[in-house]
């Protein structure tokens, strides 16, 4: 619709807009303004107190201000992790400090660093953002809806393209102009490259110049973050599904977007704007902390926020398949499969990013038969020295956890935290997206490092790559059980490990000390993102045969569907049978006052065990069921 056509409104609806016209008419439109701090957005596409606009058909309010700001987006330029790794960064290499400064709040703060670089008003540090409600905005509106054309998918690094035009770009045809125009002095524009994955590669991939440990560069360049090349390297472009579609979720729903409007039409498809990546912790650290911080966010958004990041690490990253296992002498033998199901590498994004499997056996006394990947109350990797982990094919003993991480190494090849001290990449075995490949053209930004390339499972089918799966073989040594046990594997996520501040903490800045103070105070368990689990096992092969004592079984072998009695069963004991796998097939309760456990059981061909327990002292033996 276009801004000359007269739209209907409610005396209600009036009444608002005269207001939200006079809180306008009292800050000046400087023509010259090329970006507005977010809140001045707030009016028309905030909440509606009338319940019409920004809401679905069943009144779902959805109205992009509240998503927004309590998203990492919204919240980019208070993160505290970030503003104490920036300090970091400059207390290691004084010499840089204003480069660096200036690099990181192009992405972090594009609004104010990006109207400072137009009016030429040199680098745009911290200090600077400090004192402005541009930069504190973090990635404000009109930071992502300014954004134009020119070479946008081959520019990084903080590199944006903007439109200084005072144009807004959308994803909706015929926008109506007058609001905008009249309260903001912007013009909003169709534009389908807001919807495309290219729209977000300038700040998705970050490639840094890298140095010595005294500062001196190295004259190459190190690839710290990678996600938007990362899904170029994948399926999901050939499938048009680009990063809007899994972090800005679409309602069908046709929405109005624009509050005092009653004429407005509904759009359709609507992208909710809670931007949901997987930084819960760091959502939620930021709500905890909000008056320290300095933030005015309600804590529904925040809850809205941490549900929405909750769903999407839940249910759109990993799926865990665990197969049923074999016995091997005294050791059982388990295949993990892990699925990425995210449309670029998992984890993604900043560097401390990690993902690993916990493992466990769990005798049916709950306790501990084996266990790899358990973490403790720090929310540190048991017995984990913060580096060195390699990627592994197999495990066999519970010193090897499955970590999947990218490490990062500075010029000596030690590991290091330090950003502008990376030179290599001394691991990344993230699990690779569906369609991910070793001969893309961009690989060189998104390269698998370290043993599992070695690996035949990771990536790979019979040799072929692209299926997005690692396959992690367990063999366990059962020292001697023979009891009843379950396996569990569960797949836990962290955005900031403890071992990632190691070198922070010898450094005192204020930024350091606030993200420290909160950090500590903080829980640090990470999430549990995926998982499978086995019940009721047993190992066939450890079975003793006391039949001929205390027990007796009769007929054995049987038919399949003969009935089958056991003989001096206990009162109120029972018979477990499991199949060869170890997985428990029934359980027959009761016994009659002779002792015997008759079962009419329609068993298929094939060798069983049987376990019981005769006065607290376990017994077994096996039954063999032919065809009838």
């Not at 500062?215 to 999901?236: D, K, R, V």
């Not at 836990?492 to 930024?511: G, I, N």
Request: with cysteine; proline share 6%; glycine share 10%.
């Amino acid at each position: 619709m276009s801004g000359g056509e007269k739209q209907e409104t409610s005396p209600e609806i009036s009444a608002h807009l005269q207001a939200l016209f006079k809180i306008h008419q009292s800050r000046d439109i400087n023509p010259n303004d090329l970006f507005l701090p977010a809140l001045r957005c707030k009016g028309c596409h905030g909440h509606d107190p009338m319940g019409i606009a920004n809401v679905t058909l069943d009144g779902v309010d959805i109205n992009l201000f509240d998503d927004w700001e309590a998203s990492m987006m919204g919240l980019a330029a208070h993160d505290p992790l970030w503003r104490a790794k920036v300090r970091q960064e400059v207390l290691v290499n004084p010499g840089h400090s204003s480069e660096l400064q200036n690099l990181c709040t192009s992405c972090h703060a594009p609004m104010g660093h990006y109207t400072a670089f137009y009016r030429n008003q040199g680098h745009y540090e911290l200090e600077d953002m400090y004192q402005d409600s541009l930069g504190l905005s973090g990635v404000g509106c009109l930071g992502c809806h300014s954004i134009g054309f020119d070479r946008l998918g081959n520019r990084f690094t903080g590199d944006i393209p903007y439109d200084t035009s005072r144009i807004a770009y959308g994803p909706f045809f015929g926008p109506m102009i007058g609001p905008m125009q009249l309260y903001i002095g912007f013009i909003p524009a169709y534009s389908d490259h807001v919807s495309e994955g290219r729209f977000c590669s300038p700040c998705h991939t970050l490639i840094s110049n890298a140095v010595d440990l005294e500062g001196n560069p190295t004259g190459t360049t190190f690839i710290e973050q990678a996600t938007y090349h990362e899904w170029l390297n994948s399926s999901y472009p050939l499938q048009e599904l680009p990063c809007q579609r899994c972090h800005m979720p679409q309602v069908e729903d046709p929405v109005k977007i624009a509050v005092g409007y009653t004429g407005l039409p509904g759009r359709s498809p609507f992208n909710l704007h809670s931007f949901a990546g997987a930084n819960s912790f760091m959502v939620k650290l930021i709500k905890d902390n909000k008056e320290e911080l300095g933030i005015n966010v309600s804590d529904a958004n925040f809850d809205s926020s941490l549900a929405a990041i909750t769903r999407q690490l839940r249910y759109n990253t990993i799926e865990a398949e665990l197969s049923a296992p074999l016995f091997d002498g005294d050791s059982v033998l388990f295949e993990l499969m892990l699925t990425n199901k995210a449309g670029h590498k998992f984890p993604s994004g900043y560097p401390a990013r990690r993902a690993w499997v916990e493992f466990t056996l769990i005798s049916e006394n709950n306790d501990t038969i084996f266990s790899s990947g358990a973490w403790n109350s720090d929310g540190e990797i048991r017995d984990y020295i913060g580096y060195g982990e390699p990627h592994h094919d197999y495990i066999r003993s519970e010193s090897e956890v499955q970590i999947y991480e990218m490490t990062m190494g500075d010029v000596n090849g030690d590991p290091t935290t330090i950003l502008e001290r990376s030179v290599y990449h001394l691991k990344d075995n993230r699990l690779p997206p569906l369609g991910f490949t070793t001969t893309h053209e961009v690989y060189d930004t998104t390269q698998i490092v370290g043993e599992a390339l070695d690996d035949p499972d990771f990536n790979k089918i019979s040799g072929v790559e692209g299926n997005g799966r690692d396959i992690i073989h367990y063999s366990i040594p059962l020292n001697g059980y023979s009891g009843v046990f379950r396996a569990v594997a569960l797949v836990h996520y962290q955005s900031v490990p403890p071992s990632w501040l190691r070198e922070m903490r010898d450094l005192d800045a204020p930024e350091i000390n606030t993200f420290l103070s909160i950090y500590d105070a903080a829980d640090k368990a990470p999430l549990t993102i995926a998982g499978d689990s086995i019940s009721e096992l047993m190992n066939p092969l450890s079975v003793r045969f006391e039949m001929g004592k205390k027990v007796q079984v009769y007929p054995n072998p049987a038919t399949s569907g003969q009935q089958i009695t056991f003989n001096g069963i206990p009162a109120k004991a029972g018979i477990t049978l499991f199949d060869l796998s170890g997985k428990k097939v029934s359980f027959i309760a009761g016994s009659d006052s002779s002792g015997n456990l008759t079962i009419k059981q329609g068993l298929k061909p094939g060798v069983y065990v049987w376990k019981t327990s005769l006065n607290g002292k376990p017994a077994s033996g096996r039954i063999i069921i032919f065809s009838p």
